[in-house]
C-alpha cells in the first residue's frame, strides 16, 4: 500500500494548537468589503477554532486519526 496522503486544502486552511485544538480562520473577508461594516470585518480578521462537530473530519484529512 502506498502511502496515505494529507488533503492539500486541509493541509493549507488548518493549523493545530499546542493544545491539540484545530486553528481556522473566517471566510468572507477577501472582498466586497465596502457593505461590511468595520466591526464585522475586524470580527473576521482574527483566527477561531473549529466546531467540534467538524474535528474529526478535519482530523481524517490531516491524518492525525
Known amino acids: 500500500m502506498p502511502k496515505m496522503k494529507t488533503k492539500s486544502s486541509a493541509k493549507k486552511r488548518f493549523k493545530l494548537t499546542g493544545s491539540g485544538k484545530i486553528k481556522r480562520k473566517h471566510a468572507f473577508k477577501s472582498h ?11 470580527a473576521l480578521t482574527h483566527s477561531g477554532l473549529v466546531h467540534d462537530n467538524d474535528v474529526n473530519s478535519i482530523k481524517e484529512q490531516l491524518r492525525l486519526k
Do not use: F, Q
Request: proline share 0%.
Open 32 to 42: 466586497i468589503l465596502t457593505k461590511k461594516s468595520k466591526k464585522r470585518k475586524l
